[in-house]
């Protein structure tokens, strides 16, 4: 049942996903499944398969809970063959939930007490009959042994029993909460007193939206005010409406087919009804529905880190270069470290240019002498403090010594000092001070981005919206999950690669990766794959798994540097065969391999689509899926916020990319932000179609705010500035609340007052 669920959710065969989630269940990895089982799954991609990894979980802890459901009414005695229909058939947890309400075991209520009292007869004929009298009718159940004194005690009875009654009615439930996601708005206001401290949410002192319009930034900023204390958060289920009867008032009325005709017991009728919407549903319901609000929120806060992460692992490597990493400082010096084209550390130093040293002579030729000793080919640069005072140094050493060809690259240096700090750093590094590890990780990262960056905590790499406002556990889990497919796509030196980049290859763990590592440095390179099988606590199933992620250069067998997978080799061979080629000469030999029929070499163990992926593999061994390398060259003399100016036209680098727009790095020590608006002259939905992190683009300022440290930029390069609009944020300062869907504004201008967002000001301090 839930394989067929998802077949349909995901348009494709329930045979594919039936494969796919014996594979998963049977301990295989997305990767491995989606390059290697691919006749197995009739062809699902990686992304498919995230979606059916998911959902799954998902149905399976529905499925889980159902049946703790339908125990414990059974248990109860009052499981039914309707009940356990609309059970069996509920496809969300919201849906299950409401079922199981009026079952649910809890502490006894005012309704119960009323019950046990007696009183539930005398609820039962005043809501199926209007044309009784209360007062008269509440007489009769008068009993002071039972705590019913007189009339009154007993009519609240019997409206606390009609209250639960009704609020634990799913589908009542069904009707208020659709309602609600359609026409409820979200209201923020200021909380008394917070006014000056609570500065930068004051785009939502008086701000009102539709609670089905609220984007995620929004709801996290908002949210963030109210847990610091400085923003009040309601729901507004009849937006514009003052006084009167609310709309869920008037649907929970409806539902009970009760109605105002004038007759004895309506009065209390439409009484039961006001009290079960503003005592028992009302808070409920805006609970519930800021909690969905806040799941969706993070939900899309989470895609948009694991997106933009994405971007940045996979960014193009330099290469196998003599690299030097700088880490810009003022006071305490910049740090100096060389690395080989292995990325091991073969100097160090720190030199001492900027102020109150100002040694900037000694520095530079302290940089030239490095650069000559060690044949440095790249100058990787952090874009830290101090880092285009660093990168004119660099660029006057060059200048002046023609005989060095270095290439210099200015790089983010995000969470370089939280690796320089960790265990892992200790345990590369263990005679290396902490101050020159960061200068070490700048020049691998720029060797390559992805080996690095896998060494450093996801949430210190800064390129996520309100990463911190996020459940912490499913961030990680969806971060990880696109460390390990980035890794998988891209292959790992097996006789290189540190632990921290072989824990995240398809079948290995942080233990094994160790192992692996121990049995290298014990026993010498890996010759072969076969040999992994020689490794502590590495069996048949973790080397199926990972043996074709691995590759080995200059080994005992050249398909150990491909993508080929160890099972495969017996095609190749077979190729070998038919070609009467050797496999060193097959290798990169386009016009043979053009000329095979991939049909001729599908046996009972490998398909059409494996043999396809073999000779496709053979013609270009190991290629890397990452772009070519290219680098942005900031503009000389504009080193700070104040040197820029309106109109000024600047190359820079993405740097994070969010749903309202993207961060450009244009070597000012503060990014920038283009807004949704201001990326193209066309409308999108999504900043990712025009842009992604990493890439270079060139933008114009179109605002600078020295005192705030905002910068607002167009890459709409024909664009000039105009006078700032009132933020879209804000509703009219009347005091009113809105009756009117808020309109998101044309992208016809960019929002030159973009910069008031308070994402913004969040931002800025998680890059910090």
């Given amino acids: ?60 802890e529905l499925e889980d809970r159902r049946q703790v459901i339908l125990r414990s009414i059974d248990e109860q005695g009052k499981l039914d063959d309707a009940l356990k229909g609309k059970i069996v058939k509920a496809d969300n947890k919201t849906a299950l939930e409401d079922l199981y309400l009026p079952y649910k075991p809890r502490r006894r209520t005012k309704g119960q007490i009323a019950i046990e009292a007696g009183l539930e007869p005398l609820a039962d004929h005043l809501f199926a009959n209007s044309e009784l009298d209360p007062e008269k009718e509440a007489s009769a ?33 069904g009707k208020i909460r659709d309602y609600l996601n359609k026409h409820a708005y979200v209201v923020s206001s200021v909380a008394p007193g917070k006014e000056k401290d609570a500065s930068k949410y004051k785009d939502y002192f008086e701000h009102s939206e539709k609670y089905s319009a609220v984007p995620s930034h929004r709801a996290l900023a908002m949210f963030r005010g109210r847990n610091e204390g400085m923003l009040f958060i309601q729901l507004d289920a009849a937006p514009g409406q003052d006084s009167g ?177 960790s265990e892992l750093a200790s345990k590369e590094l263990p005679d290396l001070d902490v101050s020159l590890r960061g200068a070490v990780s700048i020049a691998r990262r720029l060797q390559d981005p992805l080996a690095e960056l896998v060494k450093i905590e996801p949430k210190a790499i800064g390129v996520g919206q309100y990463q911190h406002d996020v459940s912490q556990s499913l961030l990680g889990r969806s971060l990880d999950k696109v460390i390990e497919d980035c890794v998988n796509a891209v292959g790992v030196d097996l006789n290189m690669a540190s632990p921290a980049l072989l824990s995240y290859v398809s079948g290995l763990n942080k233990t094994l990766a160790q192992n692996i590592v121990h049995y290298r440095n014990q026993n010498g390179a ?89 000779l496709s593999e053979l013609d270009k061994p190991g290629r890397d899926p990452r772009p070519e390398f290219k680098t942005a060259a900031f503009k000389d003399g504009v080193n700070t916020l104040s040197d820029l100016k309106v109109g000024m036209i600047l190359e820079g680098v993405v740097s994070n990319v969010a749903n309202f727009g993207a961060f450009v790095d244009v070597g000012v020590h503060q990014d920038g932000l283009v807004h949704i608006s201001a990326l193209t002259n066309k409308f999108i939905k999504d ?59 044309p992208q016809a201008k960019p929002q030159n007052n973009a910069m008031g967002n308070a994402f913004a000001d969040a931002f800025a301090k998680a890059k910090k």
Wanted: proline share 4%; with cysteine; hydrophobic share 40%.
């Fill in 526 to 614: 890996f010759a072969n794959r076969k040999a992994l099988l020689n490794v502590e606590r590495l069996g048949p199933k973790a080397f199926e798994q990972a043996a074709g992620f691995l590759r080995i250069v200059e080994g005992d067998n050249p398909l150990d540097s491909s993508a080929v997978h160890p099972e495969a080799y017996p095609v190749v061979d077979a190729i070998v065969n038919d070609t009467q080629v050797a496999v060193n000469d097959l290798i990169g030999n386009t016009e043979v391999l053009k000329a095979l029929s991939p049909e001729r070499f599908i046996n009972d163990d490998f398909g059409l689509p494996t043999v396809k992926d073999i």
């Fill in 1 to 60: 049942m839930i394989n067929s669920q998802i077949a349909q959710e995901l348009n494709v065969k329930p045979e594919q996903i039936n494969a796919a989630v014996e594979l998963l269940d049977g301990g295989a990895t997305v990767p491995f499944i989606a390059r290697y089982r691919k006749e197995a799954t009739q062809g699902l991609d990686d992304t498919q398969l995230r979606t059916l990894e998911q959902r799954l979980g998902y149905l399976r």
């Fill in 245 to 421: 009867v609310s709309p869920c008032e008037e649907i929970i009325a409806e539902h009970f087919s009760i109605r105002q005709q004038g007759r004895a017991a309506d009065k209390w009728l439409a009484q039961v009804v006001q009290w079960t919407w503003k005592v028992k549903l009302s808070l409920h319901m805006e609970t519930e529905l800021f909690g969905a609000l806040r799941e969706k929120a993070e939900e899309e806060a989470i895609n948009v880190f694991a997106k933009n992460l994405n971007d940045l692992l996979m960014a193009a490597p330099a290469g196998a270069k003599v690299t030097m990493g700088l880490d810009p400082g003022l006071r305490t010096g910049v740090k100096v470290a060389i690395v080989d084209t292995t990325g091991k550390v073969i100097a160090t130093n720190t030199i001492f240019p900027h102020a109150p040293q100002n040694q900037w002579d000694k520095a530079a030729r302290t940089l030239a002498t490095l650069c000559k000793q060690h044949k440095v080919s790249l100058i990787s640069i952090g874009n830290g403090t101090g880092s285009r005072e660093t990168d004119k140094l660099v660029a006057e050493m060059l200048s002046n010594n023609d005989d060095i060809k270095a290439q210099k690259i200015m790089i983010s240096e995000a969470g370089a000092s939280v690796y320089s700090a």
């Fill in 141 to 173: 159940f008068i009993n002071a042994e039972n705590g019913v004194a007189d009339t009154k005690t007993a009519l609240e009875g019997a409206r606390h029993i009609l209250m639960e009654r009704f609020a634990e009615d799913a589908a009542l439930l």
């Fill in 687 to 745: 900043p990712r179609d025009v842009v992604k992190t990493g890439d270079i683009v060139k933008v114009k300022v179109i605002e600078v705010d020295v005192e705030r440290k905002r910068i607002s930029f167009t890459m709409r390069l024909d664009d000039t500035p105009a006078p700032a609009q009132p933020h879209d944020n804000k509703r009219a300062s009347s005091g009113k609340k809105a009756s009117a869907p808020r309109r998101e504004r």
